[in-house]
């Protein structure tokens, strides 16, 4: 931010969202998963999850009409937000004036290259994300070797039950996995229906996905590990070797996998633990 520049009112505050909306003859749209923020409560409570320094890079995703970006600039972040809706660049371009400290990036996230995008400095993400791609760019994000520190977005109740979920349960698979392997997630705040316009019919939380600094479990090869964690679920009521059967793998490969890492062969595959997805990874590995 520079000095002498016009500070817009909070965004957040239900009547300025709604004259926003009004002003620019805006309706929240279903398709592009477009709930607003306003509680400033949670906004703050985001912001401070993600524990913004001055200077902190941040890649926000689908800033909306500037609720959350408005929030993480004012706290000193460098902001880059990437917004799918052709609409709200230009309205963006009104509701933050003044912060230098932002760049609307017009775009699907889906398709942009954030590695070009955010160099290899290492970046926070925070996000009150569209919930119909929330797997897909969470996947993304965690697998594709960005140099993220941490991520903190609103999710629906159920995807982050999933993410913390431990073995054995229904909300364990391959995306409880992939989060738990590249980081220790923590749900930070749950947020009511009402915190939003429109409000969503389903429950919401903020999770916080703290990267680690090496995976959770060792293996020889991870592309060989996330292949076996997403057989292994494939088929949730077959045992873990005919799930591995049904995915394609050779039953004597099975075999050896399955002795190498100790593993009982009547274990269905949603009760094994990173490790045990480690050791068979690596068991597939050892005959090759
Ligand atoms: N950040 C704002 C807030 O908290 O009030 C808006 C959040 S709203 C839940 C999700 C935003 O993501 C919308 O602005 C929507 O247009 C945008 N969006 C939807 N799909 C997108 C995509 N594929 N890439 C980038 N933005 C997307």
Do not use: W
């Amino acid at each position: 931010m520079t000095e002498n520049q016009t500070i817009m009112p909070r965004i957040v505050l239900p009547e300025v969202t709604h004259r926003i909306l009004k002003h620019f003859g805006l309706k929240a749209s279903h398709r592009l998963g477009q709930n607003f923020l306003i509680a400033p409560a949670i906004v703050e409570g985001i912001v401070l999850a993600a524990e913004i320094q001055p200077g902190d890079r941040v890649l926000e995703i689908g800033p909306g009409i500037g609720t959350l970006t408005q929030a993480l600039a004012e706290a000193g972040a460098q902001v880059t937000a990437v917004e799918l809706d052709k609409k709200l660049p230009a309205v963006l371009a009104e509701t933050l004036k003044g912060y230098d400290n932002v760049t609307i990036v017009p775009g699907d996230i889906l398709k942009v290259d954030i590695k070009e995008l955010m160099g290899e400095e290492p970046f926070k993400v925070v996000a009150n994300l569209p919930y119909y791609i929330t797997t897909p760019i969470l996947l993304e994000l965690l697998e594709k070797k960005l140099n993220i520190s941490l991520i903190v977005t609103m999710v629906q109740k159920e995807v982050a039950e999933r993410m913390v979920a431990e073995p054995g349960g229904k909300d364990y698979g391959a995306l409880s996995v992939a989060v738990q392997y590249y980081t220790e997630p923590d749900i930070v705040l749950t947020v009511p229906p009402k915190s939003f316009h429109p409000a969503p019919e389903v429950d919401s939380v903020v999770i916080r996905c703290r990267r680690r600094n090496t995976p959770a479990v060792e293996c020889k090869d991870e592309k060989m590990f996330f292949r076996v964690a997403r057989a292994s679920f494939g088929q949730r009521r077959k045992t873990l070797v005919n799930a591995l059967k049904g995915a394609g793998f050779l039953k004597e490969d099975i075999e050896r996998a399955v002795k190498y890492a100790g593993i009982d062969t009547g274990r269905r595959g949603e009760t094994l633990s990173l490790e045990e997805f480690a050791g068979l990874a690596d068991g597939f590995l050892k005959g090759e």
